[in-house]
C-alpha cells in the first residue's frame, strides 16, 4: 500500500485523461467511526494510507467533534499516520501544535487563514506535511502561485461539518483545473478530496485528477473496513 509519505511526494502514474498523477491513497475518516472504541476501530484500518482526524470547532463550522488532546492520544495508538483535516477559525495561531504533537499531515483551510504561506512554511518546518482545503464554493485560482508551499490541496466534495453527504459534482472542475496547474508548474503536490466519496465517486474524481480520497461511511459503514478500502484503492486506481 502507498502509506502517506508517498501520497504526497512525486512519484507518479497517468490517468484515464492523460494527467500525471502521485498514487492513490484511501484516507478513512475517523468522523464515521466508533468513537467509544476507537483504538479499535483504527486496527480495522490497518491497511490504509493515513487516518483523516476531522477537527471541528463549532465556529468554523456548524459542528463540534475533538481537539489536540484527542488526537495527540490518537497519534500515540493509530498503527497509520494521521491525517489532520482542521475545520476551526484562527489556524494560523492553532495548526501548529498539531504538527508538534507529531500529526504526519496537517491540513488548514484557507478561508480560516490569514496567511495561509507563512502557515504552511511553519507546518512544515515543525515536521509535518502542509495541506490546505478550500470550501466547494472557493475557488482555486487565487491560491495556485503558493501550490510550491504546499504538500497536499484538499478539495471539498461537501460542505464541511457534517459526514454522510452527496458527492457535489460541480466541484470536478476544479479539481481539473488544480491538476492541470499541478502538472503545469512540475510540482509534487498531491490533490485530496474528502466528502461523498464510494465506490461510484472516487471513479469520478480520479479522472478528474484527484489521488487521495477521504472516505468515512463507504469505510466504516461495511461489516470489514479494510476490505472496503481495498475496493475503493481498486476503483480508484482503474480510474488513474
Same mark, same amino acid.
Request: with cysteine; charged share 20%.
Given at each position: 500500500?502507498? +502509506?502517506?509519505?508517498?501520497?504526497?511526494?512525486?512519484?507518479?502514474?497517468?490517468?484515464?485523461?492523460?494527467?500525471?498523477?502521485?498514487?492513490?491513497?484511501?484516507?478513512?475518516?475517523?468522523?464515521?467511526?466508533?468513537?467509544?472504541?476507537?483504538?479499535?476501530?483504527? +486496527?480495522?484500518?490497518?491497511? &490504509?494510507?493515513?487516518?483523516?482526524? /476531522?477537527?471541528?470547532?463549532?465556529?468554523?463550522?456548524?459542528?463540534?467533534?475533538?481537539?489536540?488532546?484527542?488526537?495527540?492520544?490518537?497519534?500515540?495508538?493509530?498503527?497509520?499516520?494521521?491525517?489532520?483535516?482542521?475545520?476551526?477559525? /484562527?489556524?494560523?495561531?492553532?495548526?501548529?501544535? $498539531? %504538527?508538534?504533537?507529531?500529526?504526519?499531515?496537517?491540513?488548514?483551510? %484557507?478561508? &480560516? &487563514?490569514?496567511?495561509?504561506?507563512?502557515?504552511? !512554511?511553519?507546518?512544515?518546518?515543525?515536521?509535518?506535511?502542509?495541506?490546505?482545503?478550500?470550501?466547494?464554493?472557493?475557488?482555486?485560482?487565487? $491560491?495556485? /502561485?503558493?501550490?510550491?508551499?504546499? =504538500?497536499?490541496?484538499? @478539495?471539498?466534495? #461537501?460542505?464541511?461539518?457534517?459526514?454522510?453527504?452527496?458527492?457535489? /459534482?460541480?466541484?470536478?472542475?476544479? @479539481?481539473? !483545473?488544480?491538476?492541470? %496547474?499541478?502538472?503545469?508548474?512540475?510540482?509534487?503536490?498531491?490533490?485530496?478530496?474528502?466528502?461523498?466519496?464510494?465506490?461510484?465517486?472516487? #471513479?469520478?474524481?480520479?479522472?478528474?485528477?484527484?489521488?487521495?480520497?477521504?472516505?468515512?461511511?463507504?469505510? $466504516?459503514?461495511?461489516? =470489514?473496513?479494510?476490505?472496503?478500502?481495498? !475496493?475503493?484503492?481498486?476503483?480508484?486506481?482503474?480510474?488513474?
Amino acid at each position: 500500500m502507498p +502509506k502517506l509519505e508517498n501520497c504526497q511526494n512525486h512519484q507518479t502514474a497517468t490517468n484515464t485523461e492523460g494527467t500525471a498523477l502521485t498514487e492513490c491513497c484511501i484516507n478513512p475518516s475517523i468522523l464515521s467511526a466508533d468513537f467509544v472504541n476507537l483504538e479499535a476501530e483504527l +486496527k480495522r484500518i490497518s491497511n &490504509a494510507d493515513a487516518v483523516h482526524v /476531522d477537527v471541528m470547532d463549532n465556529h468554523f463550522v456548524p459542528n463540534l467533534t475533538l481537539g489536540l488532546p484527542v488526537v495527540a492520544r490518537i497519534q500515540a495508538v493509530s498503527p497509520v499516520p494521521l491525517d489532520a483535516h482542521l475545520m476551526i477559525a /484562527d489556524a494560523d495561531r492553532w495548526a501548529p501544535a $498539531y %504538527a508538534d504533537a507529531g500529526v504526519a499531515s496537517v491540513t488548514f483551510h %484557507a478561508e &480560516a &487563514a490569514m496567511a495561509p504561506i507563512k502557515l504552511a !512554511r511553519e507546518l512544515r518546518a515543525r515536521g509535518s506535511k502542509a495541506g490546505m482545503a478550500l470550501r466547494p464554493a472557493t475557488p482555486v485560482e487565487p $491560491y495556485l /502561485d503558493m501550490l510550491s508551499e504546499l =504538500d497536499m490541496l484538499l @478539495i471539498m466534495t #461537501v460542505e464541511p461539518g457534517f459526514g454522510g453527504q452527496s458527492f457535489l /459534482d460541480v466541484t470536478l472542475p476544479k @479539481i481539473r !483545473r488544480a491538476r492541470a %496547474a499541478i502538472e503545469g508548474s512540475g510540482i509534487g503536490v498531491a490533490i485530496q478530496v474528502d466528502g461523498g466519496v464510494t465506490e461510484e465517486t472516487i #471513479v469520478r474524481a480520479a479522472e478528474a485528477g484527484a489521488n487521495v480520497f477521504v472516505a468515512g461511511s463507504a469505510v $466504516y459503514g461495511h461489516a =470489514d473496513p479494510a476490505a472496503a478500502i481495498e !475496493r475503493l484503492r481498486a476503483a480508484g486506481l482503474a480510474a488513474m
